[in-house]
C-alpha cells in the first residue's frame, strides 16, 4: 500500500542551484498535483496534471518546471533555486478533478 | 476573489469536550468541498461534500455542506488527545484552482 511517494524528504540548496522532485503513485490515477506550503499561507498549487504526457500551471507556478513522462510519476524541477522557494513540498494525485486527492509525505526545502 | 476561510485558526480543548470548525467560502465556480487531517506529514482525507445538508459522518467525526449560505462545519465530539491536528479545508473550483484555506489548529489537553 505504497500510494503517493515522495522522494528526497528533505533537501538543502545553495541560491542557484537546481533540483529534481520526484512522485510516484500506484493507484493508477490520471491528475497529479504539486503543491508548495508555508506558514500561514495554506497548501498552494503550483503545477498539475490531468494525465500522461500532460502539464498545465496551479496558483504559483513561477521558478518551477514539471514533467509527466509516465501516468505514474510526476517530477518537480527547481531550475535555479531561491530562498523563497524555501517550503514544503507536497505531491498528490487523484482519479479526476474535483474528486478525492491522496497525499504524498512532503519534501522539506531549504534554500540558503 | 476566490478565497477559503477557516475559522477559528487555533482551538485548545480538553479531552471529551466536543469542537466544531467551521469553512466559509466565496468561489466563482464550485465543484466540491474537502476536508482534510493533517498531522506531522501527509494530509489524509476526510470527507467531500458536493450537496448541501447531507450529513457525512465517519465514527465520531460528522461534517455537512450549506451552499446556499457558503459554509461547511466539521464536527468532533468526545475528542481524544489523537484528534490533535491541523484541519484543512478546501474548494475545487475547476482543474486548475483548488483553494485550501490556512487550516484550524486543533490541540486536545488530555
Known amino acids: 500500500n505504497a500510494g503517493v511517494t515522495q522522494t528526497p524528504k528533505f533537501r538543502v540548496l545553495k541560491t542557484g542551484q537546481s533540483m529534481t522532485l520526484l512522485c510516484a503513485q500506484d493507484?493508477?490515477?490520471?491528475?497529479m498535483y504539486w503543491y508548495r506550503q508555508d506558514p500561514g499561507m495554506g497548501l498552494r498549487l503550483i503545477h498539475y496534471s490531468v494525465g500522461e504526457g500532460t502539464t498545465a500551471k496551479g496558483e504559483v507556478p513561477d521558478g518551477y518546471n514539471v514533467s509527466r513522462l509516465k501516468k505514474q510519476n510526476f517530477l518537480l524541477g527547481l531550475e535555479s533555486a531561491a530562498p523563497s522557494q524555501t517550503s514544503v513540498y507536497f505531491c498528490a494525485s487523484s482519479y479526476g478533478g474535483g474528486l478525492i486527492q491522496y497525499f504524498g509525505a512532503g519534501t522539506r526545502l531549504s534554500v540558503l | 476573489e476566490d478565497k477559503v476561510v477557516q475559522s477559528p485558526l487555533s482551538l485548545v480543548v480538553h479531552e471529551g469536550d466536543t469542537v466544531t470548525l467551521n469553512c466559509s467560502y466565496e468561489?466563482?465556480?464550485?465543484?466540491?468541498l474537502l476536508w482534510y487531517k493533517q498531522e506531522k506529514k501527509a494530509p489524509t482525507f476526510l470527507f467531500m461534500l458536493?450537496?448541501?445538508?447531507i450529513e457525512k459522518k465517519s465514527g465520531r467525526l460528522s461534517s455537512i455542506l450549506d451552499k446556499k449560505e457558503l459554509f461547511s462545519i466539521l464536527n468532533i465530539t468526545a475528542t481524544q488527545t489523537g484528534d490533535s491536528a491541523v484541519y484543512l479545508c478546501a474548494v475545487d473550483i475547476r482543474d486548475d484552482k483548488i483553494i485550501f484555506g490556512k487550516g484550524t489548529r486543533l490541540h486536545i489537553l488530555p
Open positions: 458536493t450537496s448541501s445538508g
Open positions: 493507484m493508477n490515477h490520471e491528475y
Open positions: 468561489v466563482t465556480n464550485f465543484r466540491s
